[in-house]
T-cell receptor, first 112, second 119 residues
Framework: QQQVKQSPQSLIVQKGGISIINCAYENTAFDYFPWYQQFPGKGPALLIAIRPDVSEKKEGRFTISFNKSAKQFSLHIMDSQPGDSATYFCAASSGSARQLTFGSGTQLTVLP | EAGVTQFPSHSVIEKGQTVTLRCDPISGHDNLYWYRRVMGKEIKFLLHFVKESKQDESGMPNNRFLAERTGGTYSTLKVQPAELEDSGVYFC?????????????????FGSGTRLTVV
C-alpha cells in the first residue's frame, strides 16, 4: 500500500510556464513534507519542505501548497526553466520515524 | 566536504549471483540509510544505521539482503542470491543530525546511487 501518492508521472511544460505536481498522503502522523529534486546520475537533493502548521511556503520560484484537511500537498514551479528538467519526489515523515516515505516521482521536462 | 560516495555506479549480474554495494558516508555522519527505487516506483526505505548498529531494518525485503557497517564508517549491502526483482537503483544517505531539527529536517545527503540490473 503506497502511503504517498504522486501525480502526474510525467509532465511537459513550456519555458516560462507553471509546473504543478501533486501528492496525497494517508498517514495523519506525517508532520514533515519535503520535496526532492533529482537530476540524471545524481541522488535526490532537498528542494523545499513544509510542516503542516502552515498552508504555503515559498522559496524563489518554488512554492509548496499544503491542505491538511484534504491530506494533500503540491509543488508549484513558477517561470519554469529548462534547467528545472529533473525528477521530482514528494516525501513525508513523522516524528516517530526517521525514514522518509516517498512518492513515485514525476519526470518534468521543460521545453526551451 | 566530500559527499556521500557509492560504488559501483552500475552493476549487471546474473540471477543467482552475489553483489555487494558500498556506501561511504560523509565523514562524521553517524546516521546512514539505505533506500531503493525499483523502476518507475517510489523510493523505499530499507534500513538505518546509527554508527555500527542497525537502528531500523524494517524495510529490508527478505533475508537475501545483508547490510553491515563495520566500525561505523562505510556500509555494504550484499544481495545473495540476486533475483530479477532486485533490479533497481540503490541509494545511500547519511546525516549528522541526532535529533530532528525544528523545521523537521533530518539533514539527509544522498549519494548518486548504484544501478543494479539482474538478468
Amino acid at each position: 500500500q503506497q502511503q504517498v501518492k504522486q501525480s502526474p508521472q510525467s509532465l511537459i511544460v513550456q519555458k516560462g510556464g507553471i509546473s504543478i505536481i501533486n501528492c496525497a498522503y494517508e498517514n495523519t502522523a506525517f508532520d514533515y513534507f519535503p520535496w526532492y529534486q533529482q537530476f540524471p546520475g545524481k541522488g535526490p537533493a532537498l528542494l523545499i519542505a513544509i510542516r503542516p502548521d502552515v498552508s504555503e511556503k515559498k522559496e524563489g520560484r518554488f512554492t509548496i501548497s499544503f491542505n491538511k484537511s484534504a491530506k494533500q500537498f503540491s509543488l508549484h514551479i513558477m517561470d519554469s526553466q529548462p534547467g528545472d528538467s529533473a525528477t521530482y519526489f514528494c516525501a513525508a515523515s513523522s516524528g516517530s520515524a526517521r525514514q522518509l516515505t516517498f512518492g513515485s516521482g514525476t519526470q518534468l521536462t521543460v521545453l526551451p | 566536504e566530500a559527499g556521500v560516495t557509492q560504488f559501483p555506479s552500475h552493476s549487471v549480474i546474473e540471477k543467482g549471483q552475489t553483489v555487494t554495494l558500498r556506501c561511504d558516508p560523509i565523514s562524521g555522519h553517524d546516521n546512514l540509510y539505505w533506500y531503493r527505487r525499483v523502476m518507475g516506483k517510489e523510493i523505499k526505505f530499507l534500513l538505518h544505521f546509527v554508527k555500527e548498529s542497525k537502528q531500523d531494518e524494517s524495510g529490508m525485503p527478505n533475508n537475501r539482503f545483508l547490510a553491515e557497517r563495520t566500525g561505523g564508517t562505510y556500509s555494504t549491502l550484499k544481495v545473495q542470491p540476486a533475483e530479477l526483482e532486485d533490479s533497481g537503483v540503490y541509494f545511500c544517505a547519511s546525516s549528522r543530525i541526532k535529533a530532528r531539527q525544528g523545521n523537521g529536517n533530518y539533514g539527509y545527503t544522498f549519494g548518486s546511487g548504484t544501478r543494479l540490473t539482474v538478468v
